[in-house]
Structure formats: C-alpha cells, structure tokens
C-alpha cells in the first residue's frame, strides 16, 4: 500500500491522476443557468428566425407562444386547453435580439446569485417567475402573443435585489446603477416601448421577488423545505389563475370574421 493525501492507496490505484473537484468549486458553477440558456438557445433555433426583426412563422411559434384565447377560434390558447403555452412561451422569442438581450442579462444576473442561493432555490425561483409572468401577461393582454423569458429574468432581478437588501448593500451600487438601475431601466422600457409585454415583466418581478423572501425566511427559520413547498404552491396557483384569466377572456358568443393575430395559424390550416 502507498501513502497518499486522500489515504492508503494500492501501488496501481497510487499511479491513476483523477482529477479532483473541490465542493466549493462544484457549488460555484451556475449550471441551472447555462442550462436554461441552453434550452432557450435550442428553441429559438427550432424556431428558425435568426434575424433581428419579425415574427417567427415555424410551428414551434405557433404552438408554443402564449395567448391566452382568440375571439372565433375556440381551438386556439390556454383558454382551450392549451395549457403548455403557460411553460413554453417563456423559452421562445421572436428574434435575434430579443434573446440575444434576454440571455444576456440571464448570464450576468445568474453567474452571480446562482452560487449564493443554490441550484435549487434558483431554479425555484426562476420557475415561480416564469409562471406569475405568464400570469401578468395574460391579465394585461389576453388576445396577444407573448413568448420570451423577460418575465422570468425579472424574477432573477428582483431576487437578486431581495438577496443585496437582505446584505444590507445598496441596490444601486455598481455600474448603472447596479441591480436597481437595471430594474427601474427595463421597467421604464416595459411601460415606454410598443410591442412589450409589462404585464409578464411586473408579473415576473413580483413573483421572483415573493420566492426570494419566502427562501430567506425559510432559510432564517431553519425549514427550507416549507419554503421550497409554499414556492411550488405559489407556482400552482399563478398556473391556475392563468387558466382561469385565459377563460374568463372567452366573449359568451364568439363574433364571425376575426383576423387571427400575426404569427398564429388555425391548426390544420
């Protein structure tokens, strides 16, 4: 046997060069957010628009951006069943620049709060914001399309600031502003610019903001499995009340000759 750092080794076993991850490196690596740009990469690419202007016309776009109902077409929206567009609409987008700015700000904001919070907590809280923006966005506009992951990348800012407040470090400390500059800059350009969806962006903020103090207070009450829980049924309930806003936006009679929104297609068609 060979004396080794690790312990006593067999003379071959001594001989092999494994490469050693320390635990605190492994707990630095955001792999939930390369993750999730790597699926909002790969379906945008499925959606076959590479250009910095238009609408997608793939099936992709069709079938998975968010809408809530279409007055006259009652196959068509999460009001008609077609509840994965609750999911799905937040990894689509409509071109090169809308992901290009969207996975930006997603790699800055998550390399950094990633490894503080946990894989866990924040893909937790991701999640949480990804479905209370779909909920915001279908509350504001009901009838239109609505993909990209802005609802939810207001969530990360919003725990990012609930995560510096709970450090006692200003909000608007660093460049631009810091996190708070970035908030109050793109809540200025949700509410200023045509075409945006505000009601997904404050959707996404007030949710990931709600995750990330029912973490903290779980964390600061020793329960993190409570937290974790009462995440899932926040995410549950803005599910739900999706679908119910999605329905309740259904006309009790369905008017005759009504254009379909730019980018969506009768099934079949």
Known sequence: ??????????????????????????????????ALIAINVVAFLAEGNFSFGGQPTSKIYEEGALIGSIHGYPSIGVAHGQWW????????????????????????LGTQIEPVLGRVKFAMIYAVALFTGSLGALIVSPHAITVGASGAVFGVMAAFAVEMRSRQIPLMQGGLGGVGGLILINLVISFTLPGISWGGHVGGLIGGGLAALIIQLGDRRRVPSLALAACIVIAALAAVGTVAVAKSSEPESEPVGVQLPAGVSVPGS
């Open 85 to 108: 567009r609750i999911v799905t609409g937040g990894f689509l987008h409509e071109n090169l620049l809308h992901i290009a700015f969207n996975m930006y700000v997603l790699y800055i």
């Open 1 to 34: 046997m060979t004396t080794t750092p690790v312990g006593m080794r067999c003379p071959e076993c001594s001989q092999q060069r494994t490469k050693v991850v320390r635990l605190r490196e492994a707990a630095t690596i955001p792999r939930v957010t390369y």
